[in-house]
């Protein structure tokens, strides 16, 4: 049973931060990617984001450089510390895992995730101009 639990979203200003954490449980980090993917009214879902196990680490063009994944081992959770913040980054953000595999792109990796049938229920983060 895989729990993926997100929580703090909010509302912050144009160019500010904020970070968002996943808690998980019910699954075995040593053979996952987790990360995080968003979806915003009107628009696709976008994979953002994601961490495996060793610590490498995955970012989309559009927040690399502005955000930072991170994993507590002993508190088994990851972290999305999101700065500089845009209202096109208003959107409900998910978190989600998925089996990690060696063979794939980074990329290909994100895209898989985006797809995955494990997935959190949610957090809002609402950007205002």
């Known amino acids: 049973e895989v729990q993926l639990v997100e929580s703090g979203g909010g509302l912050v200003q144009a160019g500010g931060s904020l970070r968002i954490s996943c808690a998980f449980s019910?699954?075995?980090?040593?053979?996952?990617?987790i990360g995080w993917v968003r979806r915003a009214p009107g628009k696709a879902r976008e994979g953002i984001s994601w961490i495996n196990f060793p610590g490498t680490t995955y970012y989309a063009d559009s927040v690399k450089g502005r955000f930072t994944i991170s994993r507590d081992y002993a508190n088994n959770t990851v972290y999305l510390q999101m700065n500089t913040l845009k209202p096109e980054d208003t959107a409900v953000y998910y978190c989600?895992?998925?089996?990690?595999?060696?063979?794939?792109?980074?990329?290909?990796?994100?895209?898989?995730?985006?797809?995955?049938?494990?997935w959190g229920q949610g957090t809002q983060v609402t950007v205002s101009s």
């Open positions: 989600v895992a998925d089996r990690y595999s060696p063979l794939l792109t980074f990329a290909q990796t994100m895209g898989v995730m985006e797809f995955t049938k494990y």
């Open positions: 019910g699954l075995n980090f040593d053979g996952y990617a």
